[in-house]
């Protein structure tokens, strides 16, 4: 009876990715050609109980079906929300240094000259007077007043979420570039596997019919 690749239940990172099957020895999870497209399903299942399905339902067999790419889906996905995290994360930065700067002002201190981007060729200038609150966008078009104290607070605790997202994303590009490679390789050796039982087979059938003609072969 032939290893069944688990599907659900199978082990995944911190974040529910799938670990790809490793397959040392093909015999364990095969045991004859006949088994070759189920353990090849299987492994589809394992992974599509977290990624949807590329392939439908009524594919002819395991050829049509190429896993590596519900990976590379996710690596996408994880590479795009990685490269936003490196453009947002300086810029909550600044924000909080520029919130703790007008922390420490006091309230009879001179108006601040400051400079504002109005766009990415437009600037303005303003004097600044002493403010014990801060205007921050939220996003979707929502900007809301927080006393400073809050604003910091505030502004810290999504720079430190940024911070582990951002870790976290890096973590999941390597372990999913490890998992393409792994699912690759049992993909080649299942599918190779089966390219040699079948030769096998075409040998042996063909020196069973050489037998054959031998005996029936009148003698000369």
């Not at 002493?130 to 104290?149: C, F, K, Q, S």
Request: net charge negative; hydrophobic share 35%; glycine share 4%.
């Amino acid at each position: 009876m032939a290893t069944q690749v688990q599907g659900k239940d199978a082990p995944t990172n911190p974040r529910g990715i799938p670990f790809a099957p490793f397959v040392d020895k093909v015999e364990d999870y095969v045991s004859s050609r006949a088994e070759v497209d189920g353990t090849m399903k299987s492994f589809q299942e394992m992974i599509a109980s977290v990624f949807p399905p590329l392939a439908p339902p009524s594919a002819p067999n395991h050829l049509t079906f190429r896993p590596r790419s519900k990976y590379q889906f996710m690596e996408v996905n994880t590479q795009r929300r990685s490269a936003g995290l490196k453009d947002k994360i300086p810029d909550i930065q600044k924000t909080l240094d520029t919130v703790r700067f007008l922390k420490t002002r006091e309230p009879d201190a001179d108006p601040l000259e400051a400079t504002f981007e109005l766009n990415d060729t437009l600037y303005a200038k303003a004097h600044v007077p002493y403010t014990d609150e801060v205007y921050l966008w939220l996003g979707a078009n929502v900007m809301l007043a927080y006393p400073i104290p809050e604003a910091e607070e505030l502004l810290e605790g999504k720079l430190d979420a940024a911070k582990v997202t951002l870790s976290n994303c890096e973590e999941d590009l390597d372990f999913l570039r490890e998992q393409i490679t792994t699912l690759e390789v049992a993909t080649a050796r299942v599918y190779n596997w089966d390219v040699t039982q079948k030769r096998k087979e075409k040998t042996e059938l063909g020196d069973h019919g050489e037998g054959r003609g031998k005996e029936i072969a009148p003698n000369g």
